[in-house]
């Protein structure tokens, strides 16, 4: 199955894993770079308030849910049953896929720390993962040097992890200049592949709290919850305003 919802006037790619596996294949064998965006709220927002960043984001090939929140109308718990993408965690299905096809995977990320935890997420997903490099994005490094970098390793998947708008600028920046098969950005969401990094602290298992340690921080329900509901409140928003705005439409015209 596959189809999209509009959010907030920007249409998210909802399929279920099973067609996501199938487009990564095609994506794979094809030989043009293509996108993979796992949306956040903060893409979203931004893409409401800068029509020249909505633009940008459409000319990814995808743009899945990253997060739960955004799909917080659409009865999430119904669609993850359903074997759907709901969330960035469906990165691991596309690490099994990789390692399945024999490619290799290249991770770009914020700073030292982050681009470590990632590929340790990616490698304890896949262990026999091959990994063809790894590093931190120094806006003091020359654009052409780091991407020299990447097509010498000829990736299968480009792994990218930075801010939120600078992230999809870079990418659709050098995007004729890549030597990859695919292209996939999660800086927006990376904080909730991360959670699952954190090792539970000696107090809360001498408290024999792990249990809810799990649940609290690294399956972070309480925050996913907030976010929903903000999330759920910003939309209702934005479509009261889009009806407001036709209503004065209608009004003018007669």
Not at 48 to 60: H, K
Not at 187 to 215: F, N, Q, R, T
Request: hydrophobic share 45%; proline share 2%; glycine share 4%.
């Amino acid at each position: 199955m596959q189809a999209s919802v509009k959010v907030m006037d920007i249409d998210i790619d909802m399929m279920t894993k099973d067609i996501f596996i199938q487009k990564m294949n095609e994506y794979l064998s094809d030989e043009k770079l293509e996108v993979i965006l796992f949306a956040s709220t903060e893409l979203l927002d931004l893409a409401v308030e800068d029509e020249s960043y909505c633009n940008l984001i459409s000319q990814a090939d995808l743009i899945l849910p990253g997060e739960e929140a955004l799909l917080s109308a659409h009865h999430v718990d119904i669609l993850e049953a359903g074997g759907m993408v709901v969330s960035c965690k469906s990165l691991g299905v596309m690490l099994e896929n990789l390692w399945q096809r024999d490619q290799s995977l290249y991770i770009i990320g914020k700073n030292d720390k982050e681009v470590e935890l990632l590929k340790s997420w990616c490698q304890r997903m896949q262990p026999e993962l091959k990994m063809a490099g790894a590093r931190a994005y120094d806006p003091e490094m020359e654009d052409a040097a780091l991407v020299n970098e990447i097509n010498n390793q000829t990736p299968g998947i480009l792994l990218v992890d930075l801010e939120t708008g600078l992230q999809e600028q870079w990418i659709m920046e050098h995007l004729p200049l890549l030597h990859a098969r695919l292209c996939v950005a999660v800086g927006g969401v990376v904080g909730l592949i991360l959670a699952e990094e954190k090792e539970i602290p000696e107090w809360v298992k001498k408290l024999h709290l792990e249990s809810l340690y799990e649940k609290l921080v690294k399956e972070q329900a309480v925050k996913k919850d907030v976010q929903a509901r903000i999330f759920r409140k910003k939309v209702v928003q934005y479509n009261n305003q889009l009806e407001e705005n036709d209503d004065e439409k209608k009004d003018d015209y007669i």
